[in-house]
T-cell receptor, first 111, second 117 residues
Framework: SQELEQSPQSLIVQEGKNLTINCTSSKTLYGLYWYKQKYGEGLIFLMMLQKGGEEKSHEKITAKLDEKKQQSSLHITASQPSHAGIYLCGAPQKGGNKLVFGAGTILRVKS | DAGVIQSPRHEVTEMGQEVTLRCKPISGHDYLFWYRQTMMRGLELLIYFNNNVPIDDSGMPEDRFSAKMPNASFSTLKIQPSEPRDSAVYFC???????????????FGSGTRLTVV
């Protein structure tokens, strides 16, 4: 079965600093989803990447998909306290609607 | 739209008791998913339905777990009897065939935090 490894597991950054979270798949990626979760709440959809080399941005968050490396990265520019939370990557299984998720990366932003 | 609605938000029960978690998906969504989240195992897919029919229940941990979807607007996840190791946050999510999953992913509910003592 497919496994997604996220790195780092957690990080603490000073407000205003940039950061990158990585998600590496053990198998071929047929797209990649990024979600954000705040403690005690559900997952909020951030963005979805479908094709190799695709890059999407929303406000200060940019995600890229490297199909050859079976990897995606999430980059936050000029972090703010509102960016704090758990970031999870999810990969759809081939031909289906199932999403397999990584363990998540806990982000704390110090102001 | 009110989003995916789950109830209750919190449930504390004694070992051996029956627990029923409820979910109302977004109207028009034809896929419904039940996930369980723990610190040790992360987010695990338990079962999912398409047009009210269970498609894949390979993630259901034991016979103590059962899920139903009697109609397009309601689903339940039942644990009987419950055990302390079932303590987790249970999420329901829904999506729509076609553009839904590719543009909006799943829409998750706020989850039910289950504690079995």
């Amino acid at each position: 079965s497919q496994e997604l490894e996220q790195s780092p597991q957690s990080l603490i950054v000073q407000e205003g600093k940039n950061l990158t979270i990585n998600c590496t798949s053990s198998k071929t990626l047929y797209g990649l989803y990024w979600y954000k979760q705040k403690y005690g709440e559900g997952l909020i959809f951030l963005m979805m990447l479908q094709k190799g080399g695709e890059e999407k941005s929303h406000e200060k968050i940019t995600a890229k998909l490297d199909e050859k490396k079976q990897q995606s990265s999430l980059h936050i520019t000029a972090s703010q306290p509102s960016h704090a939370g758990i970031y999870l990557c999810g990969a759809p299984q081939k031909g289906g609607n199932k999403l397999v998720f990584g363990a998540g990366t806990i982000l704390r932003v110090k102001s | 739209d009110a989003g995916v609605i789950q109830s209750p938000r919190h449930e504390v029960t004694e070992m051996g008791q029956e627990v029923t978690l409820r979910c109302k998906p977004i109207s028009g969504h034809d896929y419904l998913f039940w996930y369980r989240q723990t610190m040790m195992r992360g987010l695990e897919l338990l079962i999912y339905f398409n047009n009210n029919v269970p498609i894949d229940d390979s993630g259901m941990p034991e016979d103590r777990f059962s899920a139903k979807m009697p109609n397009a607007s309601f689903s339940t996840l039942k644990i009987q009897p419950s055990e302390p190791r079932d303590s987790a946050v249970y999420f329901c999510a829904s999506s729509a065939t076609g553009t839904g999953i590719y543009y909006y992913g799943y829409t998750f509910g706020s989850g039910t935090r289950l504690t079995v003592v």
